[in-house]
């Protein structure tokens, strides 16, 4: 299962990278437009916003070696290592995003092995080729929905963080279901496995089970928050993007995957909206 889920997650991205690149720019992941989402804002700015409050709320202040689970081009990465003068090492499971980011890297002079700096390379989050205790922050930006097994991914954090390091990941969830709407309806079921399908995901989870899991794996000083409000704009923004005359060039030339993915934005939105899909913060410390 995983090799074919995992084959599908590359081949997603790989079809799909350039042309984010093209229209959007390095970051692939939602903006921030307040905590209310009701700040106008240029979507690249939001973008960047979004990971100046994420590291604010989590009182990120310096890290040295950083581990960028599903790095994407290198937008993070980039961030992390000028902000902190920082060895960011990045893993994808997209040889396309790894030689991109790799090459923007150089351009921007923080390709060699002093800090700061940033290497990237194809690997499987599950299974990560570092040793134990290497990283004093482990960076997940809207990578753990693709994660097969969320326990296991976050038992891999816990080993490559040092004693006293920093989980700091923002991710896909659905809504609680501990509350009065009690279990998913069908209908919420059949909404998730539409977008499972085109997006390459596995299965995602509420933050609540995120917050059990990190405490079975043994981290501590554990804080969460739900940002749904706050990205939930990003949809219209990307909407508008693909409707753009340069947007629809793009998704005709692209493979079907990207055009399939095009077509889930309708119900990513509404799902943001309905409260069935929500944009889950955790911060923890090994």
């Given amino acids: 299962m995983a090799n074919a889920l995992y084959g599908k997650i590359q081949t997603f991205y790989d079809e799909a990278s350039g042309l984010w690149e093209q229209i959007w720019g390095e970051h692939m992941h939602h903006g921030y ?107 997940s930006m809207e990578s753990g929905e693709h994660m097969p097994d969320k326990v296991a991914f976050l038992q891999e954090c816990y080993r490559v963080l040092k004693p006293g390091g920093k989980l700091l990941m923002a991710t896909w969830c659905h809504r609680p279901t501990t509350s009065l ?26 933050l609540p089970d995120y917050e059990a899991i990190a405490r079975n794996c043994g981290f501590t000083n554990l804080t969460s928050a739900d940002w749904s409000l706050a990205v939930a704009p990003f949809w219209d923004d990307v909407i508008a993007s693909a409707l753009s005359p340069e947007g629809v060039a793009g998704l005709l030339k692209a493979g079907p995957g990207t055009l399939q993915g095009a077509l889930a934005l309708g119900p990513m939105r509404q799902g943001l909206q309905s409260g069935l899909i929500r944009y889950g913060l955790l911060c923890a410390v090994r």
Avoid: H
Wanted: glycine share 10%; aromatic share 10%; charged share 20%.
């Fill in 33 to 139: 437009y307040g905590a209310d989402g009701r700040q106008r804002k240029n979507r690249r700015q939001a973008q960047i916003d979004l990971i100046n409050e994420c590291l604010s709320w989590a009182g990120v202040t310096e890290a040295k070696d950083i581990l960028d689970c599903g790095c994407g081009i290198g937008g993070s990465s980039l961030e992390l290592a000028t902000r902190y003068q920082a060895k960011v090492t990045g893993i994808t499971l997209s040889p396309v995003q790894a030689q991109r980011a790799m090459e923007r890297a150089q351009a921007a002079n923080l390709g060699e092995e002093v800090p700061p700096c940033a290497g990237f390379q194809v690997a499987d989050a599950l299974d990560t080729p570092f040793a134990d205790q290497s990283f004093d922050l482990v960076w």
């Fill in 181 to 206: 709407a009690g279990p998913l309806t069908w209908l919420e079921q059949q909404q998730l496995s539409w977008i499972y399908q085109v997006y390459g995901l596995p299965y995602v989870i509420a």
